[in-house]
C-alpha cells in the first residue's frame, strides 16, 4: 500500500484550487489531518488560497489565524491569500490588521499584498 505524503497532498490540494473546488481542497485538507502525514505551510497556503478564490473570506481568515496555533508559520503566500480574502469580502479592517501584522511576523509584504489592501481602503 502506498501512503500519500506532504508533497502528494499538497499537489492535490493545489489542482482542487486552480480547479476552483474550494470545498474538495478544504475537504482533502481535512483529510490530511487524519493522517500521519503534518500539514506544511504549502497545505495551509494552498487551503487559504482555496477560500480566498472563491469569496470564501470568514473561512480563509479562520484557516489563517489557525496557523500558528497549529505551530505553522505563515509566509507571505498565506498573509496575501487571507488579505485578498478580506478584501473580497469587503472586510477592509480585517485586511489592514493583517497588513499591519506582517512586520510582528517578520514578513515582507510584496506588490500583491500592497495592492490588495490599497484595494480593501478604496472600497471601505
Same mark, same amino acid.
Given at each position: 500500500?502506498?501512503?500519500?505524503?506532504? %508533497?502528494?497532498?499538497?499537489? @492535490?490540494?493545489?489542482?482542487?484550487?486552480?480547479?476552483?473546488?474550494?470545498?474538495?481542497?478544504?475537504?482533502?485538507?481535512?483529510?490530511?489531518? #487524519?493522517?500521519?502525514?503534518?500539514?506544511?505551510?504549502?497545505?495551509?497556503?494552498?487551503?487559504?488560497?482555496?477560500?480566498?478564490?472563491?469569496?470564501?473570506?470568514?473561512?480563509?481568515?479562520? #484557516?489563517?489565524?489557525?496557523?500558528?496555533?497549529?505551530?505553522?508559520?505563515?509566509?507571505?503566500?498565506?498573509?496575501?491569500?487571507?488579505?485578498? @480574502?478580506?478584501?473580497?469580502?469587503?472586510?477592509?479592517?480585517? @485586511? #489592514?490588521?493583517?497588513?499591519?501584522?506582517?512586520?510582528?511576523?517578520?514578513?515582507?509584504?510584496?506588490? %500583491?499584498?500592497?495592492? @490588495?489592501?490599497?484595494?480593501?481602503?478604496?472600497?471601505?
Amino acid at each position: 500500500k502506498v501512503c500519500p505524503d506532504v %508533497i502528494t497532498w499538497n499537489a @492535490a490540494i493545489i489542482a482542487c484550487d486552480k480547479g476552483d473546488q474550494w470545498q474538495q481542497a478544504l475537504g482533502l485538507f481535512v483529510e490530511m489531518h #487524519l493522517t500521519e502525514v503534518q500539514p506544511s505551510v504549502v497545505s495551509w497556503s494552498a487551503s487559504v488560497s482555496a477560500c480566498e478564490r472563491k469569496g470564501q473570506w470568514q473561512q480563509a481568515l479562520s #484557516l489563517f489565524r489557525e496557523m500558528p496555533l497549529r505551530k505553522v508559520c505563515p509566509n507571505v503566500i498565506s498573509c496575501s491569500a487571507a488579505v485578498s @480574502a478580506c478584501e473580497k469580502g469587503g472586510q477592509w479592517q480585517q @485586511a #489592514l490588521c493583517l497588513f499591519n501584522e506582517m512586520p510582528v511576523r517578520r514578513l515582507c509584504p510584496d506588490v %500583491i499584498i500592497y495592492s @490588495a489592501a490599497v484595494s480593501a481602503c478604496e472600497k471601505g
